[in-house]
């Protein structure tokens, strides 16, 4: 063989061997998958969380079952119907799932085997149905006397040994797993929601194209103030909690509170909400006393329970003035979107045009001096706008007003008008200051909206006429 073979050959070997290498990495499993591998070869079950339709859960505390809920994502169906509680519920579903063997104990276990392991009477029987169809089952017995493990057994296979977070997961009192708030709804799930109260007061907000509206005492619909109905919403889906349910399945609240031996109830209000699925679910919140507790403790009914609140239950749903629920914005606009602004002071009229870093004033025909113009700095105008931009008003006046009632205020013809034009010559809002009421503030005015007044020291820094804005 000549010195030029061998060269060749020797190559040629070198390259299978490199061939060889890059086969072995590219086919042979990595680290990660061969773990994968392991674990999944323990796990007694294949299916995922998302996988359960519904579910049992029977232990000393009782037995349940839930089921998903296409309003509160669980439901507990039995022994009574109440929203679920999600973390709980998915922590049993997460940890069966995801169960793995340490160690198979019996593989074919006898009736001894079982007795010795605690699962002829297993603390905890699972029992899941999945949406396909099947049904898979796990028993958890004893703990084992060495080991930080639990005996289980899996669709009455072979007993085997395990981490015990299954166990101490679904080992709970069965009201861990119902959904403490009243109502477990949030904003983006409810057509209305409405209150009536003790003192003859009420309110129905609604969600509708145009935004959230609401209704007082029964009248027609108007655009909601967005606060308030945060500050209301908040009230009754959020801080309206259950401490501990008292009476299940009851027929109506007379047969609950004679279960309680509580004959002495006071209503404070009634909650309901309708869901867009059709769903209503309505509450009655009030107080009751008994001999055993003579002090008056919150309770809520709904849906056949009756549960005592934490306290104090949502008072702001007592102390919330419905009227503020009512949007009193007089233009709704921002400052840096006004481009000119129209003035009428009594017999006065200018104009407000933004001129890059500042305004430029204009005295119109029928002004004093018609011809004379201003240069204005920003800050001369900015805070106007700022305080007309977020002016409401407080006390209703009169929702639909008489031309004669104008008048009377000196709303039309206006003693005072501001008209806000945009940047491409869009209205953005007119607001309308009158005459002093009687009892001390502005009568005030959208545009062609209600009549409010707000108290003077709010308005009393404003222009009262043209010649103000050149001084």
Same mark, same amino acid.
């Given at each position: ?9 020797? !190559?040629?070997?070198?390259?299978l ?15 990660t ?5 392991r674990?999944? !070869?323990?796990?007694p079950?294949?299916?995922g ?20 809920d296409e309003v ?5 169906a039995?022994?009574?119907?109440? &929203?679920?509680?999600?973390?709980p ?7 069966v799932?995801?169960l793995a ?17 605690g699962?002829?009477?297993? +603390?905890?029987?699972?029992e899941?149905?999945? $949406? ?10 004893? @703990?084992?006397? @060495?080991?930080s493990?639990v005996?289980?057994? $899996? ?7 395990a981490?015990? #977070?299954? %166990?101490?997961?679904?080992l ?27 003192? =003859?007061?009420?309110?129905?907000l609604?969600t ?8 007082i ?8 103030d ?9 009230a ?9 349910w008292l009476?299940?399945?009851?027929h109506d ?6 279960t309680?031996?509580?004959p002495?109830?006071?209503?404070a ?5 309708r869901?867009?699925?059709?769903? /209503?679910?309505?509450a009655? /919140?009030?107080? $009751? !006393? ?6 008056a ?8 329970? @009756?549960?005592q %609140? ?6 702001e ?16 606009f921002?400052?840096?979107?006004? #481009? ?5 002071? *009594?017999?006065?009229? $200018? #104009? ?13 025909? *029928?002004?004093?001096?018609a #011809? ?12 106007? %706008? ?9 006390e209703?006046v009169?929702e639909?007003?008489? !031309? ?17 034009? *945009?940047?491409? *010559?869009?209205?953005? =809002? ?5 005459d ?8 005030? +005015?959208?545009?062609?909206? &209600?009549?409010?007044? /707000?108290?003077?020291?709010? %308005? ?12």
């Open positions: 063989m000549t010195r030029l073979q061998r060269t060749l050959l020797a !190559a040629g070997v070198a390259l061997g490199v061939g060889a290498l890059i086969w072995i990495s590219t086919t042979a499993p990595s680290s998958e061969r773990a994968q591998a674990y999944d !070869a323990e796990r079950f294949s299916f969380p998302d996988d359960v339709a519904w579910g049992t859960v029977t232990s000393t505390h009782g037995s349940f079952r839930f089921e998903r509160f994502g669980w439901r507990i039995e022994p009574y119907s109440w &929203p679920g509680h999600a973390e519920l998915e922590a049993v579903l997460v940890r799932a995801g063997a340490t160690r198979e104990v019996y593989s074919a276990p006898s009736t001894k085997d079982l007795a010795q392991s699962l002829n009477d297993p +603390r905890v029987r699972i899941l149905a999945l $949406a396909s169809g099947e049904r898979h089952g796990l028993s958890l017995g004893k @703990l084992h006397p @060495l080991e493990t005996y289980a057994r $899996a669709d009455e296979g072979a007993v085997f040994v981490e015990p #977070s299954v %166990l101490w997961s679904s709970r009192p069965i009201d861990e797993f119902r959904n403490k708030r009243v109502l477990p709804f949030d904003r983006a799930q409810i057509e209305t929601l409405g209150i009536e109260r003790e003192d =003859g007061r009420g309110w129905t609604r509708s194209t145009s935004g959230l509206q609401a209704s005492d029964g009248g027609p619909f108007h655009p909601a967005e606060g308030q109905a945060a500050v209301a919403m908040a009754a889906f959020l801080r309206l909690e259950a401490d501990r009476v299940d399945g009851a609240l007379e047969s609950a509170l004679e309680m031996k509580a002495k109830w006071r209503t209000f009634t909650l309901s909400v869901h867009p699925s059709g769903l /209503v679910r309505r009655t /919140v009030g107080v $009751a !006393a008994s001999k055993n507790t003579p002090e403790k919150p309770l809520a009914w709904i849906d056949g329970s @009756l549960m %609140l934490y306290p104090p239950p949502a008072k749903l007592l102390t919330l003035d419905p009227f503020l629920l009512r949007d009193r914005s007089l233009a709704e921002r400052p840096k979107e006004v #481009s000119k602004v129209f003035l009428i002071f *009594g017999l006065e009229f $200018a #104009s407000l045009t933004r001129a890059e870093d500042a305004w430029r004033l204009e005295r119109k025909a *029928g002004s004093a001096d #011809s004379q113009e201003h240069r204005l700095a920003s800050d001369a105008v900015e805070p106007l %706008l700022k305080k007309l931009s977020t002016l409401k008003g407080v209703l009169s639909e007003p008489s !031309a004669e009632e104008l008048g009377r205020w000196l709303l039309q013809p206006p003693s005072r008008r501001f008209g806000f034009q *945009g940047r491409g *010559g869009e209205t953005l =809002g007119v607001i309308t200051i009158g002093l009421s009687d009892t001390g503030g502005f009568y005030v +005015r959208g545009q062609d909206g &209600p009549v409010y007044t /707000v108290p003077r020291k709010v %308005l009393e820094d404003l222009p009262l006429r043209v010649t103000d804005f050149a001084q």
